[in-house]
């Protein structure tokens, strides 16, 4: 499979971190931070020796205008998104600061509409995030937000569950705010039929893509998506705490009535430097920046967003269901009759993306020390949990292999 791997070429475009004993790892931890593209020293390096040389002519007379550096990263961002175009996308900030801002202008409860619903078992800074705005308009989070939970025995979230709680509270919603990929079970949800459901009910709908990002194709213009955000240091490779991104929809950039918090990052690009009273928001995405750009950052997310055009979505998804697909295979084949994990994620490869977690029943903890032990990068959860995700662009079917006679030799 490696042999016959079209993108088995993208390997050498990355570092590999290595083992205490000095060969390479097996990494698959891509999904909590991407590895280091080799392209991205060079990136960086362009813009400190625009910096040297140039100084605050960098802004404009750069060799890439930090004026402008976002749209250098667009391209990149539409491909991965499917906006329909650049205005739809921007990268700024960080991801839970844009779920802030992007909460600001979409989650605008009435007494009569005021729920969010959200997966119960979100990430964290998701939950505070939620939890806070619904404080900030003077809301019991108890009562505004809903929080789904899986059926009885299951461990991720079927749509009719989704789509019932929707229609149960129709009448209240204000928003639907989910995760695409679930950072815990590894879940890929269905985007376009709870999007579509959702503004049945006459509620905006958003999604956080941290973990969908660079790891599942997505379609937020076709599926009439309201509004997106997303992280750029897991499958984006961009490096830690990397410049994060938004999406808009285009329904919405003629909106400038649209509540939002502004800054001068977000004033019409043209007459940014006339420093003019009143604040008016730019067209489309862009109006919802706030300062300017993080270019060191952006300069990793451009290296690494180029390699990401070369591939294709469609061929780094098409490698991931091979390889995921492969992992599970051989997941199964080492469980059998030993009952020493369940798999949690959704078993169909259409409803989930790069990641595959393991509940262990017992000893998963101390399996987990001996795989890092063995120079394996997987990571744990609490109580018991080990994901591992094997990224197409630098992973491969015999590291795969590979992991999974570690871990057979531990659990035997
Ligand atoms: C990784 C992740 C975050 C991290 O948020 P930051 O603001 O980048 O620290 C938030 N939400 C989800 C769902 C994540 O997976």
């Avoid at 060079?42 to 930090?66: C, Y």
């Avoid at 049945?200 to 213009?221: Q, R």
Wanted: glycine share 8%; hydrophobic share 35%; proline share 6%.
């Amino acid at each position: 499979m490696d042999e016959q791997d079209p993108l088995a070429s993208f390997r050498e475009r990355f570092f590999i971190p290595k083992t205490k004993e000095g060969s390479k790892a097996i990494y698959f931890c891509g999904n909590s931070l991407g590895l280091q593209p080799r392209a991205t020293a060079l990136t960086i390096q362009q813009e400190l020796k625009d910096w040297k040389n140039l100084g605050v002519e960098g802004h404009f007379h750069g060799s890439n205008p930090w004026f402008e550096y976002h749209k250098f990263l667009k391209p990149g961002l539409v491909e991965l998104t499917g906006a329909s175009d650049p205005s739809e996308v921007t990268p700024m900030g960080s991801l839970t600061t844009n779920l802030h801002l992007m909460m600001v202008s979409f989650y605008r409860p009435t007494q009569h509409r005021y729920k969010i619903i959200m997966e119960s078992g979100a990430f964290p800074s998701d939950q505070y995030a939620i939890e806070s705005q619904c404080r900030f308009h003077g809301l019991d989070p108890a009562q505004a937000i809903v929080e789904l939970t899986p059926e009885p025995g299951k461990y991720y979230l079927e749509t009719s569950r989704i789509i019932r709680s929707i229609e149960e509270n129709s009448e209240q919603l204000a928003l639907v705010l989910l995760s695409g990929v679930q950072y815990y079970s590894g879940q890929f949800f269905e985007i376009e039929p709870i999007t579509r459901m959702g503004h049945d009910a006459g509620a905006y709908v958003g999604w956080d893509l941290a973990h969908a990002i660079g790891n599942v194709p997505l379609s937020l213009h076709q599926h009439q998506v309201d509004f997106a955000a997303w992280c750029s240091y897991k499958y984006l490779n961009s490096g830690p705490g990397g410049t994060a991104g938004i999406f808009v929809h285009k329904k919405h950039e003629n909106e400038p009535d649209i509540p939002r918090f502004g800054g001068w990052w977000g004033y019409p690009e043209t007459e940014r430097f006339e420093m003019k009273k009143g604040f008016i928001p730019a067209k489309g995405a862009d109006g919802w920046q706030v300062s300017n750009a993080n270019i060191l950052s952006m300069a990793a997310q451009k290296a690494s967003l180029e390699i990401f055009l070369e591939a294709g979505i469609t061929r780094i998804r098409d490698k991931s269901l091979l390889l995921t697909g492969y992992l599970e295979f051989l997941l199964n084949d080492l469980s059998h009759g030993l009952d020493k994990f369940k798999m949690i994620t959704p078993d169909n490869p259409q409803n989930r993306g790069a990641q595959l977690s393991l509940l262990f029943n017992q000893e998963g903890s101390a399996i987990f020390r001996e795989l890092t032990n063995s120079g394996i990068v997987v990571d744990w959860r609490e109580p018991n949990i080990i994901r591992m995700a094997p990224a197409p662009l630098y992973n491969t079917f015999e590291e795969v292999y590979g992991f999974c006679q570690v871990l057979k030799t531990l659990i035997e």
